[in-house]
Structure formats: structure tokens, C-alpha cells
């Protein structure tokens, strides 16, 4: 399995995911010029995605569907609320409406409940006979019901949104800051840390933080955390990296 983040962030998030059954984008939030450009950079044409399965609605997760879709045809699995909300699909030829786990041959992507103020969201597992990974971004927290099915995978890539001295000290109004906070809102660093220290196993090969605030985090200050966290969880794992805004990670084989 290979996987790429194209963008993480509020302005736009992508992530590229090659099975040997299949080429995959979670999410379509940067334009569709930018989406095509990192996946020429790792070799691979837009019309070749084949699925695109889509984490929420919000505007930094879907705002180039309607272009890209006018150029290639991947097929696009989302669920009946999230349709409701870009009913703009709903004519679309190659869509695919459930919210249980789909299978494309030999790898399986199996969706789990997120909490965001959206009117679905959704996480992904994705794996194969050889290799897995998980995608968490964009939400309150992780209800422990779902750790035993995330517990022990190649790769994470968890969301780190904010830290919380920074967000409370920081310019957002009140409203906005609660909302972070809340259980809809976004995760902490520590939070971050916190759920990779009960899912992080032997067979996990690298954790990718995401979805960093521009205005209340760093890159800096989200690895420190996690790494001091997993430490007073006694987690001894230190292969982090942080995604970005306007710049592809490399791509990882798990």
C-alpha cells in the first residue's frame, strides 16, 4: 500500500491511497489543478483514481468535486446524509450511496463514526492481505468502541488540530474557540497523542499528524506534544511526521 496526503489543513485536504486493487482520494478539498499536479509528482494521472470517498461535506474536504469530476470519472462513495447535503451528485453516474465497509478486490475500506458539526462524518480503515491504515481527521474524539478495530496498523493519520494554550490564548472569538473544544470540534494535540497511545502496536510503522491550525498550532509544537504524550503513556514510537497545507507528504509504503 501506498499512501500520499496531498494537503491537510483548513484550506483544503486530500489523501492519495494505491492498493494493488485499486487507486484511491479521500476527500477532494484543494482545487482540482492542485489535486492533479501532486498526483503527476508521484507518477500518477488524475483519471486513474478510481474511487473517491468522501470523509464529510465541508467545503475543505469536497470543494473540487464538480471540476473534477467534469474531467475524470471516478466513482464517489459517500453516505445518504452527505448526498443530501451535495445534491449536486445526485444525477452522477458513478456514485455509491451506503455507510457500511466496501470491498475492491483483495482491500477493504471499512468507515467508523467521527464527531464534527457536519451532518455525517466519517473515518476510514483501509487495508489489504499485507498492509493498513487508518484516517482520522476532523473530529471531537474517538469513542473507545472503535479501538479495537483501529488498535495495531501500519500507519495512522490522525488529526492534531490545535493547542489548546495557543487556541485560548489566541485571537477566535469565544464561540469559535468552544466549538474547536467540543466534542464536534477538532482534536488537541494531547488528545492526538492521547488515542495514538491506546491504537499505536508492534506493527505500526508511522503516524502522520494532520489537519494542523494554521492560527493555533505548529508543526513544531504538535510533534513535541504527541512524543510527550505517547512517552507518558510509556509508548516508545518516534517515527512522526506532520502534513501540510500546500505540500505533499512523500510517498509512504506500508
Known sequence: MLVSVLASGSEGNSTYIETKDTKILLDLGMNTKYIT?????????????????????????????????????????LTEKMLEELDFLSEYDKLIVKSDSLEIGNTRIVPFKTSHDAVDSRGYLIEDEESSMVYMTDTGYLNQKYFDLLRDKNLYVMEANHDVEMLMN????????????????????????????????????????????????????????????????????????????????????V
Not at 499536479?37 to 468535486?65: P, Q, W
Open 170 to 253: 489566541g485571537s477566535y472569538p469565544k464561540w469559535l474557540k468552544s466549538r474547536i473544544l467540543s466534542d464536534h470540534g477538532h482534536l488537541s494535540n494531547n488528545s492526538a497523542g492521547f488515542y495514538l497511545s491506546k491504537l499505536i502496536g508492534p506493527h505500526t510503522k508511522k503516524v502522520i499528524l494532520a489537519h494542523l491550525s494554521k492560527e493555533n498550532n505548529t508543526k513544531e509544537e504538535a510533534l513535541r506534544t504527541v512524543k510527550k504524550t505517547l512517552k507518558e503513556y510509556e509508548i516508545d514510537f518516534n517515527n512522526l511526521e506532520v502534513a501540510t497545507q500546500k505540500e505533499k507528504t512523500e510517498g509512504i509504503v
Open 37 to 77: 499536479t501532486k498526483l503527476d509528482e508521484l507518477g500518477v494521472d488524475s483519471k486513474e483514481i478510481e474511487y473517491i470517498f468522501m470523509t464529510h461535506t465541508h467545503s475543505d474536504h469536497t470543494g473540487a468535486i464538480k471540476t473534477f469530476i467534469k474531467r475524470n470519472e471516478p466513482t464517489i462513495v
